[in-house]
């Protein structure tokens, strides 16, 4: 029995040696989150989060966020961005966020086709949102004519690797509450915003008047999931109804939940986030001064942006995977994980250096 239920006819397809700077998401699943996996398998639990598992996670998503906090697994980052916004929202309801948010560009239209409602995109020049912004698209609530400003969402960190102080998201919640509105936090990597700020998590969220946040898992070194976290619960109406109408209630939610303990019972979430930030600043710090190069945004978190010559990208590009943020200005961005290395930094850092030379790009 069993060899039965070890074999596998599976095969390795791939080089488990290789790395990459182009998402956090391309690395796999930390060993400590295989472990809890193993545990949480074998035998019977009541499936859709009446598991023994799902029950114990809000035990520890309160120790970090605090006793009244309410969270709710799902399977992706845009279901949790989708659910979230859902239940904070009417029917006639807008977001206002900023025109680099994720919610805005990179979630195929999720938000307004599935959640069915509007986005008010505001530019900034950092990826930040401050009272003043949110001020551009927080108007006309009672004009028929106008989707309702009713949330305000911020991403922590941000798209571009910035991170909010809790005095600039304590400024944005009061501006939003003052007006009747929500704040929700897209936490992708708010680990990482957490490790770069040498704060608890509640510290930039619900001591500051944050209302639900999705809190990433995925890129912090789980193999999937994500969370809808609510903070202040009188701020959402029937959360489970709208994850099961979004299609992010897991029928097998122990899976998801095992891996969320072994991520926050200790300090997994912190030292996989810190390495991935310690990464990017030894990436940065590395490039600098490589002709041809410069680093476009501070380097707070996991995440670094450059420009490159465009002859520069191409080469490069052969030899290891990143993205390319803006083809036409040549902005590139590399991303590190929980898993990248010193020896990874140092060898696509060297390979970068190597290539700007053959473009023969300008000091």
């Given at each position: 029995?069993?060899?039965?239920?070890?074999?596998?006819?599976?095969?390795?397809?791939?080089?488990?040696?290789?790395?990459?700077?182009?998402?956090?998401?391309?690395?796999?699943?930390?060993?400590?989150?295989?472990?809890?996996?193993?545990?949480?398998?074998?035998?019977?639990?009541?499936?859709?989060?009446?598991?023994?598992?799902?029950?114990?996670?809000?035990?520890?998503?309160?120790?970090?966020?605090?006793?009244?906090?309410?969270?709710?697994?799902?399977?992706?980052?845009?279901?949790?961005?989708?659910?979230?916004?859902?239940?904070?929202?009417?029917?006639?309801?807008?977001?206002?966020?900023?025109?680099?948010?994720?919610?805005?560009?990179?979630?195929?239209?999720?938000?307004?086709?599935?959640?069915?409602?509007?986005?008010?995109?505001?530019?900034?020049?950092?990826?930040?949102?401050?009272?003043?912004?949110?001020?551009?698209?927080?108007?006309?609530?009672?004009?028929?004519?106008?989707?309702?400003?009713?949330?305000?969402?911020?991403?922590?960190?941000?798209?571009?690797?910035?991170?909010?102080?809790?005095?600039?998201?304590?400024?944005?919640?009061?501006?939003?509450?003052?007006?009747?509105?929500?704040?929700?936090?897209?936490?992708?990597?708010?680990?990482?915003?957490?490790?770069?700020?040498?704060?608890?998590l509640r510290a930039f969220t619900t001591d500051v008047g944050v209302d639900v946040v999705?809190?990433?898992?995925?890129?912090?070194?789980?193999?999937?999931?994500?969370?809808?976290?609510?903070?202040?619960?009188?701020?959402?109406?029937?959360?489970?109804?709208?994850?099961?109408?979004?299609?992010?209630?897991?029928?097998?939610?122990?899976?998801?939940?095992?891996?969320?303990?072994?991520?926050?019972?200790?300090?997994?979430?912190?030292?996989?986030?810190?390495?991935?930030?310690?990464?990017?600043?030894?990436?940065?710090?590395?490039?600098?001064?490589?002709?041809?190069?410069r680093v476009l945004h501070p380097v707070q978190a996991n995440v670094v942006f450059a420009?490159?010559?465009?002859?520069?990208?191409?080469?490069?590009?052969?030899?290891?995977?990143?993205?390319?943020?803006?083809?036409?200005?040549?902005?590139?961005?590399?991303?590190?994980?929980?898993?990248?290395?010193?020896?990874?930094?140092?060898?696509?850092?060297?390979?970068?250096?190597?290539?700007?030379?053959?473009?023969?790009?300008?000091?």
């Open positions: 029995m069993a060899d039965s239920l070890t074999r596998t006819d599976a095969e390795r397809r791939h080089d488990p040696d290789a790395r990459g700077f182009a998402s956090d998401n391309y690395a796999g699943v930390h060993p400590e989150i295989l472990a809890a996996l193993s545990l949480a398998n074998g035998g019977h639990q009541p499936a859709y989060g009446a598991d023994d598992y799902t029950a114990h996670l809000q035990h520890i998503f309160r120790a970090h966020f605090g006793p009244r906090t309410e969270a709710f697994p799902v399977f992706n980052g845009t279901g949790a961005n989708v659910v979230a916004l859902q239940a904070l929202t009417d029917r006639w309801g807008a977001v206002v966020t900023t025109t680099n948010a994720h919610v805005h560009t990179d979630e195929c239209g999720a938000p307004e086709r599935v959640g069915g409602l509007k986005l008010l995109p505001v530019p900034t020049p950092d990826g930040k949102l401050t009272p003043d912004l949110v001020a551009r698209e927080a108007y006309g609530f009672e004009d028929q004519h106008r989707a309702m400003p009713q949330v305000v969402s911020l991403t922590q960190s941000t798209e571009l690797g910035t991170l909010y102080t809790p005095e600039e998201i304590r400024a944005v919640a009061d501006f939003a509450h003052e007006r009747g509105m929500a704040l929700h936090v897209d936490g992708a990597r708010i680990a990482n915003a957490a490790a770069a700020l040498g704060l608890p999705s809190f990433g898992g995925t890129k912090n070194g789980m193999l999937f999931g994500e969370a809808v976290v609510v903070l202040r619960p009188e701020a959402v109406r029937a959360m489970p109804h709208v994850r099961k109408q979004s299609m992010q209630l897991a029928a097998k939610m122990r899976f998801v939940s095992a891996q969320f303990e072994a991520l926050l019972a200790g300090d997994l979430w912190l030292r996989s986030a810190g390495r991935a930030n310690a990464m990017a600043a030894r990436l940065a710090a590395a490039v600098r001064d490589v002709p041809g190069v420009r490159l010559p465009h002859e520069t990208i191409e080469r490069l590009g052969k030899r290891h995977r990143f993205y390319v943020w803006d083809e036409t200005a040549g902005d590139v961005r590399w991303m590190c994980s929980h898993d990248t290395t010193e020896a990874d930094v140092d060898a696509f850092a060297a390979a970068l250096r190597e290539e700007a030379a053959r473009t023969g790009a300008p000091a």
